[in-house]
T-cell receptor, first 112, second 110 residues
Framework: SAVISQKPSRDICQRGTSLTIQCQVD?????MFWYRQQPGQSLTLIAT?????????ESGFVIDKFPISRPNLTFSTLTVSNMSPEDSSIYLC?????????FGPGTRLTVL | QKEVEQDPGPLSVPEGAIVSLNCTYS??????FMWYRQYSRKGPELLMY??SSGNKEDGRFTAQVDKSSKYISLFIRDSQPSDSATYLC??????????WGAGTKLIIKP
């Protein structure tokens, strides 16, 4: 398994601003995933981040809104840009190998 | 129709009861079937996964996959209040992304 930490754990932001979420893993991993989980709902994959290449975004998510960095094999950031109240959600970082995925504790974002 | 259907609950049972949690799916190409547990304000935690059909047991937890019916189950024996959480099923084809159920909120009453 992998131990994953995220910063910040929660934040309250104003409409129109941006927030960068950090994800740190205790071991080197090839693939990192960013998910969104809206209240009472399941997980939606935002993008897959591989070290050394551009992130791959899922349908409905674009790089201008959710830019991702992956500078090395243990770290990634997700930025939520030009936020609106609809971006209020839990954002989760995940790593996986084979059929198993492991998740960070999440970042709870509220946009006013 | 969603690819994976899961009743959101809540499901409330007395302590010590056997709990049955279920998901149905439509994609016959799914090969890996996972159950995650998520406590409030925490990330999902992998409980167990099964490849293809059959049963898998781990302590008080048993996962079943019936590919002919496109139906998977998670059984919890001797349920404890600490089992109260949201249980999410997830499944995938060989090299594709996970497809998630909506999660079932489980409440074990002391």
């Amino acid at each position: 398994s992998a131990v994953i930490s995220q910063k910040p754990s929660r934040d309250i932001c104003q409409r129109g601003t941006s927030l960068t979420i950090q994800c740190q893993v205790d071991s080197q991993v090839t693939m990192m995933f960013w998910y969104r989980q809206q209240p009472g709902q399941s997980l939606t994959l935002i993008a897959t981040a591989n070290q050394g290449s551009e992130a791959t975004y899922e349908s409905g998510f674009v790089i201008d809104k959710f830019p991702i960095s992956r500078p090395n094999l243990t770290f990634s950031t997700l930025t939520v840009s030009n936020m609106s109240p609809e971006d209020s959600s839990i954002y989760l970082c995940s790593v996986g190998s084979g059929p198993e995925q492991f998740f960070g504790p999440g970042t709870r974002l509220t946009v006013l | 129709q969603k690819e994976v259907e899961q009743d959101p609950g809540p499901l409330s049972v007395p302590e010590g009861a056997i709990v049955s949690l279920n998901c149905t799916y439509s994609n016959s190409a799914f090969q890996y079937f996972m159950w995650y547990r998520q406590y409030s304000r925490k990330g999902p935690e992998l409980l167990m996964y099964t490849y293809s059909s059959g049963n898998k047991e781990d302590g008080r937890f048993t996962a079943q996959v019936d590919k002919s019916s496109k139906y998977i189950s998670l059984f919890i024996r001797d349920s404890q209040p600490s089992d109260s959480a949201t249980y999410l099923c997830a499944m995938r084809e060989r090299n594709y992304q996970l497809i998630w159920g909506a999660g079932t909120k489980l409440i074990i009453k002391p």
